[in-house]
């Protein structure tokens, strides 16, 4: 019978970095057409998403958003394959699906209706699901344009601008008609946020005092900060935001590995209150049963057709190498939008 490749978690992991040690590579038997029950696919591994919230299942946290990956269980997320077999009426052999509950693992079953049919036409790819199309997209446009209402003539700082959210604020933000300020881990980074559209970008990791490189791109401060990193990134924002200012609370990445002795803890959230400063904590799977998800799609398809949209993909070859692309995702070493490209799409899609 032939072998299929699947990730698994050894242990969970509450605080510090995950390593390699706490994953296993396991070959199992593939699943075939017999082993699927009523309105059931499998379904044949394109594409996998790194996520930053996947730092939270690894935590085996009973109290989150999002349920924590279970020792000896598959690790599993958002990604892209093919139904290689069906006994669904919604989704046949052949299509190209979409969802949440992609298991690492070469093949799968799983039900159908977990599960979103699509295509690629008009410039659209099968892996631009996890990208420009994708959750971290979509997540760009909840903060930017739905809770904070990013207009014309605003300045908006954006944390981790060139990662898989941050180029989609950017870019969403330009189009808007924002003056738009980017920080990234990196001068390669940095430079491709100002390619993007963004008008100043430095590296926070070289400018030595956040508060005066924030003041220095913004001497006037910051209508909206839209945050991915938390900790002291934070604490510098919140000192240089307007009266009325915003901030989009899409993550916090600082701190997913921190132990409770090397935690920042802030230091200025009494600027909410002195500036009367709306903090938006958001999770964007609330948004997906809304108007604002056909919003979404409709404005950056658009932008695509037009050409007036730019999305980078850090891909890595090969589901064996799933726990290093992931681990590098915390450790901020993916340049774009991280993907683990497991098998190759059809070539008829």
């Known amino acids: 019978m032939a072998i299929n490749t699947r990730i698994t978690l050894v242990r969970n992991v509450s605080s510090g970095a995950p390593t390699l040690e706490d994953f296993k590579a396991e070959t199992v038997p593939t699943p075939t057409r017999d082993s699927l029950g009523n309105d059931e696919v499998l379904i044949r591994t394109l594409y996998l998403s790194c996520d930053p919230y996947m730092r939270g299942r690894l935590s085996g946290r009973t109290d989150s958003y999002v349920a924590s990956f279970k020792p000896g269980m598959p690790v599993d997320g958002l990604g892209v394959g093919i139904v290689e077999a069906s006994t669904s009426s919604e989704l046949k052999e052949g299509d190209a699906v979409t969802g949440a509950g992609f298991k690492w693992e070469t093949k799968f079953t799983a039900p159908a209706k977990n599960f979103t049919k699509v295509s690629s036409s008009g410039g659209v790819s099968l892996i631009d699901y996890l990208g420009v199309l994708g959750m971290p997209s979509f997540t760009a446009y909840v903060g930017t344009v739905t809770l904070c209402k990013a207009k014309a003539g605003e300045t908006i700082l954006v944390s981790a601008a060139s990662g898989a959210v941050g180029q989609m604020v950017i870019q969403l933000a330009k189009a808007r008609g924002l003056y738009v300020i980017g920080s990234a881990g990196s001068d390669e980074k940095v430079q491709h946020a100002k390619d993007l559209g963004a008008d100043v970008a430095f590296n926070y990791k070289t400018v030595g005092d956040l508060d005066a490189a924030i ?23 919140l000192v240089n935001m307007k009266p009325y200012g915003r901030i989009a609370e899409c993550g916090m990445i600082s701190q997913y590995n921190a132990t409770p002795e090397n935690a920042h803890h802030i230091k200025n959230l009494m600027y909410v209150v002195m500036k009367k400063v709306t903090m938006y904590g958001f999770i964007v799977t609330d948004y997906y049963t809304t108007p604002v998800y056909p919003e979404f799609v409709q404005t950056v398809s658009a932008m695509l057709k037009d050409k007036k949209i730019q999305y980078k993909i850090d891909e890595v070859a090969g589901l064996e190498n799933g726990p290093q692309a992931l681990l590098g995702v915390l450790e901020g070493k993916n340049f774009g939008k991280r993907i683990i490209k497991v098998s190759d799409p059809p070539h008829r899609l």
Request: proline letters at 4%; hydrophobic letters at 45%; zero cysteines.
């Open 215 to 237: 003041k220095k791109a913004a001497p006037e401060g910051l209508d909206v900060y839209f945050d991915n990193v938390g900790g002291e990134f934070l604490d510098a924002a």
